[in-house]
């Protein structure tokens, strides 16, 4: 390594400095360990149905075997899931993953526009899709290279009450809006071809890309940062060295109500806990906070994950006092910044410490994590975890000493092998050294814990999503009646941070819910702008350059 690593000493006892990123040969070599290991235990359950590692195995072999015997398709091709958390998701992904194809993750709220551009980008060549979200994909297949959809109900696993809650969403609920993709294939149809053809016995290589991992990384429009197997095997084992002292295989229950499309859930609970052959709770919809409460209250769990909002969120919901947290022994923030008053108010109502951890998709997440027996909230996102190094570097690209503030910077095992199809936007965000540049400012204290001072792109984070400004921009100045517009983000308690837009008209009649109107066509929920400000004129630079960051600090922060 090139400089001292201060925060070895602060490491607790029996973590290691280094992980052995070989264990495992890729993905589904864990899986097959926790299904060694953990056969009859259960593996996932939602809304109240089980499926054991056993089960999981059997589905996934199924799907996988339908990917290659039935579709026929090869080595690194993409196959697309547009799922919420539910039992078919992991029977998917480790069936893509198995097969030696590519999961290309998709966040089901997307609208045609952002699909479109997903899936053209990736080239994917089959997407598995719920009924929910159908409509969606119909609308976008056109210029795509997808010649094969499997479409799911959402009870389609759950036995006799699949049927219930399927009837209630469509014709209660009215969540399913009609659809027709012709040649579309059932999930249960799948499996039941699946199950006439043999898995071959695919060799997966540390290097094969495992995830398609979509984000905007620093720039506006989204990319897909190529999680390999080792950068997916390489974070689980470095997760799991840090929280082994807490977890017992076979006995954990984690509650999983982040998406596992999203890169935090997928390691962390899909990967990490896996490996300890968890039982993971898939909670489908976390928004119903009742809902979910009512859920927590079902069984004791172990862990939980989740992002600020969400620990905001059930802090807020009566009933949450209720629930029985004597089992409870790991609480994981990340995502987005762990506000103070909420990590207090976290360990007074379950007497367990909200550990904040820090990482990016890039990093297959986790680069940062605070020590799991610390006592109460610090205010840092942590430190390293095994194998990876940490840096603050200055603008000449020098490494700063402590207390000094410069961009954050990882190396490691799990660092992205880079962008698809996008060398240059790699080559800016890897230097020739390895370091990931995060865009995050931030500095280290002298015992090697790192924290966030500020991010360096205008990047916008809602309840842990990356919003960028350039997306929201492009959007609304698509409106004839728009002469300029600016998108920032401005604080929010429930979501950290919301959208706000600065808006110049050229047609003195627009008025702010047609702004909104236009956004929600075109924008998914969390990148709406939820305010709207007229402005006669914006503050820009010399070469006219609108100064985004000015309009940020004229907004009035919330007492503290």
Known sequence: MTHDRPWLAQYPAGVPAEIDVDEFRSVPAVLEGAIANFRDRPAFSNMGKVMTYAEIDEASRQFAAYLLGELKLKRGDRVAIMMPNCLQYPIATFGVLRAGLTVVNVNPMYTVRELKHQMVDSGAVAILVLDNFGSTVEKSLAGTAIRHVITSGLGDLLGMKGAIVNFVLRHVKKMVPDYNIQGAVRF????????????????????????????????????????????????????????????????????????????????????????????????????????????????????????????????????????????????????????????????????????????????????????????????????????TDACVKGEDGAMLPAGEVGELCIRGPQVMAGYWQRPDETARTIDAEGWLHTGDMAKMDEKGFFYIVDRKKDMILVSGFNVYPNEVEDVIAMMPGVLEVAAVGVP?????????????????????????????????????????????????????????????????????
């Open 188 to 387: 249960r149809d799948v499996l039941a071809m699946g199950k006439r053809h043999a898995l071959p016995d695919v060799q997966i290589d540390p290097t094969d890309i495992a995830f398609l991992q979509y984000t905007g990384g620093t720039t506006g429009v989204a990319k897909g940062a190529m999680l390999t197997h080792r950068n997916m095997v390489a974070n689980m084992q470095q997760a799991s060295a840090w929280v082994d002292a807490l977890a017992t295989p076979g006995k954990e229950v984690i509650i999983t109500a982040l998406p596992l499309y999203h890169i935090f859930a997928l390691t962390a609970n899909g990967l990490v806990f896996m490996k300890f052959g968890a039982k993971n709770i898939l909670i489908t919809n976390p928004r119903d906070m009742p809902g979910f409460v009512k859920e927590l209250k079902r069984e004791p769990f172990t862990a939980i994950t989740g992002v600020n909002t969400l620990f905001n969120g059930l802090l807020n919901t009566p009933g949450f006092e209720e629930v029985d947290f004597s089992s409870l022994r790991l609480t994981l923030g990340g995502g987005m910044a762990v506000q103070r008053s909420v990590a207090e108010r976290w360990k007074k109502a379950t007497g367990v410490t909200l550990v904040e951890a820090y990482g990016l998709t890039e990093t297959a997440p986790a680069a940062c994590i605070n020590p799991m027996d610390l006592k109460d909230y610090n205010g840092s996102i942590g430190l390293p975890i095994p194998s």
């Open 492 to 560: 929010d308690e429930r979501s950290g941070e919301v959208v706000k837009v600065f808006v110049v008209k050229k047609d003195p009649a627009l008025t702010a819910d047609q702004i909104k109107t236009h956004a929600r066509e075109y924008l998914t929920g969390y990148k709406q702008p939820r305010q709207v400000e007229f402005r006669t004129e914006l503050p820009k630079t010399n070469v006219g350059k609108i100064l985004r960051r000015e309009l940020k600090e004229e907004q009035p922060t919330p007492a503290s």
